[in-house]
């Protein structure tokens, strides 16, 4: 089971570019990168997944790079209601059942 | 769709008693699983489904059982509650083993006293 890991917070400023870095050094061929993000008291909702390189979507940029031992999730000048916390998961698509979430990054977003 | 939904939203026990959390999915995923949430932590899989019939422990199966007779619901048994399993359990759905995006219910925040 692939571990991973985060910042544990981070600060930044409404308006700027924030990039949180996820390291798994032990992903397996096969995983996939996940993330989620969480606000207080709601359940964690899907962001963006990637295998390698660069997927984009209409919220965020997920950047691996080639030897997929770590990933960094972007989110474009960011909001207020970005403040929640961020986690990463590495997860086998063939026969991953399990996914460990860890503790997450919790971004704080200041006016 | 409803979505993943589960009941009750809040719950406090006292020691020794017993309660089913529920959880439905009006999805058809064959997928489901039950994590638990402490205060400031992540997320800690405790058991999850791949079909009807069909469950696995998780990393922290120990005081719960489950059960799955049908593809929509996945309930959890807390047997002999414990203090130590005072926690927001969060019931979350996926369509298949070839997808990882999982779906998340609301949340129940138990409290055992």
């Known amino acids: 089971l692939a571990k991973t890991t985060q910042p544990i917070s981070m600060d930044s400023y409404e308006g700027q570019e924030v990039n949180i870095t996820c390291s798994h050094n032990n992903i397996a061929t096969n995983d996939y990168i996940t993330w989620y993000q969480q606000f207080p008291s709601q359940g964690p909702r899907f962001i963006i997944q990637?295998?390698?390189t660069k997927v984009t979507n209409e919220v965020a940029s997920l950047f691996i790079p080639a030897d997929r031992k770590s990933s960094t999730l972007s989110l474009p000048r960011v909001s207020l209601s970005d403040t929640a916390v961020y986690y990463c998961?590495?997860?086998?698509?063939?026969?991953?059942?399990?996914?460990?979430f860890g503790t997450g990054t919790s971004l704080t977003v200041i006016p | 769709n409803a979505g993943v939904t589960q009941t009750p939203k809040f719950r406090i026990l006292k020691i020794g008693q017993s309660m089913t959390l529920q959880c439905a999915q009006d999805?058809?995923?064959?997928?489901m699983y039950w994590y638990r949430q402490d205060p400031g932590m992540g997320l800690k899989l405790i058991y999850y489904s791949v079909g009807a019939g069909i469950t696995d422990k998780g990393e922290v199966p120990n005081g719960y059982n489950v059960s799955r007779s049908t593809t929509e619901y996945f309930p959890l048994r807390l047997e002999l509650a414990a203090p130590s399993q005072t926690s927001v359990y969060f019931c979350?759905?996926?369509?298949?083993?070839?997808?990882?995006?999982?779906?998340f219910g609301p949340g129940t925040r138990l409290t055992v006293l």
């Open positions: 979350a759905s996926r369509i298949d083993r070839f997808t990882d995006t999982q779906y």
């Open positions: 998961l590495v997860g086998d698509v063939n026969t991953g059942n399990q996914f460990y």
């Open positions: 990637g295998y390698k």
């Open positions: 999805m058809n995923h064959n997928y």
